[in-house]
């Protein structure tokens, strides 16, 4: 979805904003280390819209702040609200500048508006802690000064909020440009698993000569970049690679490894690629990995590395191993890849191309229910408590992953093996090969 990230000094009341716009919905939380407060993104889904809302936090108020008198204290925090600005400004379609109307305008909003009007991306003002009435004359003329389209509203009592969300939406470009600069933007394909997997190795040799690194956020607080590179006028993206670097630096630092953030690096991408090691063989952290990526309904392929190390005889019971222990998710294709001889790299691109395209299979209603009737004549599902399930139609609630709705005269009769079934059925008939799919049940009478 297109982000638009709400900047500006602590306490103006960036979250507060942010909570408003989220409604119920969840946040999801970045913990980026050096940063004590978390980043927050939600999404707005809104009058036919849905987009993105990045709360750019990230700064720690700690006690002797709280303690200060003034915001003449913020000057050690500013060089960090200006690098995440300029790391919201990378990634967002426009920006929000929010200051404190009963703060008046100070010097760093000053400085912040500069920064967001050089970005050249579509702007607005909002001009927080207004409630509107004679206190909107009096505090918000100043602002004029900062040439900014601007707004008076209060997130804590909730004046403006409606006009809030339709300036912001007015700002997103048109949804058909938003998605032709999608398709531009290129695949973006997260590299997951355990330091010397040969993750950077693999990323160096499938990108080759041709990678540009394109965000460089080394040397500050995170040690992962994204490398961008062009394959038949495609461009592609390992985003958030840790490790790429690493070997140009003078000291080696130690990747620290945890699945919860490489969780979280996964959800910025379209595609997924587990990268194991198959001189080492699976461990438990590899397969509590599988789990997740599985549970979350995550794209992804899985790259078995360094089979040139793995004697020829031995490759078909290690392939065995892996193929046992992704039964259950039997539609996960596995490369048995080399990063030293290249073996099978290039199936990778074209692999993660088909995933994410069979993440947008949309099947209409009509197909679905003539193939429901088929799949339902075929194999008569299980009498369950001498009654046998009766299945009333059928949908497509939703695409990425393509999410089914069965309806049924009781969902809770349904048997796994026979949802497997259909699972199968589905995916054989609408060519979902490799993308996971969701089957779901609802009772209706
Ligand atoms: P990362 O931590 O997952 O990024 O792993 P690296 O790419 O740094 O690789 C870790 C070690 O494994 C390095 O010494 C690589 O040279 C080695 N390595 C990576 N891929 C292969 C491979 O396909 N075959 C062999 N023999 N060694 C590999």
């Given amino acids: 979805y297109p982000k638009i990230a709400l900047i500006g000094r602590p306490n103006v009341g ?38 993105t809302v990045i709360d750019t936090g990230g700064i720690h108020l700690d006690e002797s702040y709280k303690a200060a008198e003034g915001p003449s204290e913020l000057r050690g925090f500013e060089s960090e609200i200006l690098r995440q600005t300029q790391e919201a400004m990378a990634e967002c379609v ?34 927080n802690k207004v409630d509107g009435g004679e206190l909107e004359d009096q505090l ?21 909020m409606r006009a809030f969300e339709e300036e912001l939406r007015d700002l997103l470009p048109p949804e058909d440009q938003w998605q032709q600069l999608e398709q531009e933007a290129g695949l973006k394909l997260a590299m997951l698993g355990r330091p010397n997997a040969g993750k950077s190795s693999l990323v160096n040799a499938i990108t080759g000569m041709n990678r540009m690194i394109v965000s460089d956020m080394a040397g500050t607080t995170r040690d992962s970049v994204d490398v961008t590179y062009v394959l038949d006028d495609k461009r592609y993206t390992f985003v958030d690679t840790a490790g790429v ?11 620290r490894y945890s699945v919860n953030s490489s969780i979280k690096s996964s959800t910025k991408a379209h595609v997924t690629i587990l990268v194991l090691d198959g001189q080492e063989g699976l461990t438990q952290q590899d397969k509590r990995l599988i789990d997740l990526l599985d549970e979350r309904k995550t794209p992804f392929m899985v790259l078995v590395n360094k089979t040139d190390l793995v004697k020829p005889n031995e490759l078909a019971a290690v392939k065995k191993v892996y193929k046992e222990a992704l039964s259950y998710c ?27 395209s ?85 009772s209706s009478h």
């Fill in 330 to 356: 039997a539609h996960v294709p596995i490369l048995y890849v080399s990063a030293h001889t290249r073996a099978n790299l290039k199936r990778i691109i074209p692999l993660a191309e088909q995933i994410w």
């Fill in 94 to 127: 426009a920006l929000c500048l929010v200051v404190d109307g009963r703060d008046g305008l100070l010097p760093f909003d000053r400085r912040l508006a500069e920064y967001v009007r050089r970005s050249g991306l579509p702007v607005l003002l909002a001009v």
């Fill in 245 to 255: 670097r690493r070997r140009a630096k003078i000291t080696d630092t130690v990747e």
């Fill in 358 to 442: 069979e993440c947008h299979v949309r099947v209409p209603t009509g197909q679905l229910n003539r193939v429901l009737e088929a799949i339902v004549t075929k194999q008569q599902p299980p009498v369950v408590n001498r009654v046998r399930p009766k299945f009333f139609y059928m949908t497509q609630a939703e695409t990425n992953p393509p999410t089914f709705v069965f309806f049924v005269n009781d969902a809770d009769r349904m048997k796994d093996a026979y949802i497997r079934y259909m699972e199968r059925s589905l995916r054989k008939t609408f060519k979902i090969e490799h993308a996971p799919v969701r089957v779901r049940f609802r």
């Fill in 140 to 160: 918000t003329p100043e602002f004029h000064e900062l040439g900014l389209p601007m707004l008076a509203l209060s997130g804590e009592h909730g004046y403006n």
């Fill in 14 to 51: 960036k979250s507060t904003l942010f909570n408003r716009l989220i409604r119920s919905n969840r946040a999801i939380t970045h913990d980026r280390p050096g940063v004590t407060r978390d980043r927050m993104e939600g999404t707005v889904k809104r009058d036919g819209r849905t987009w």
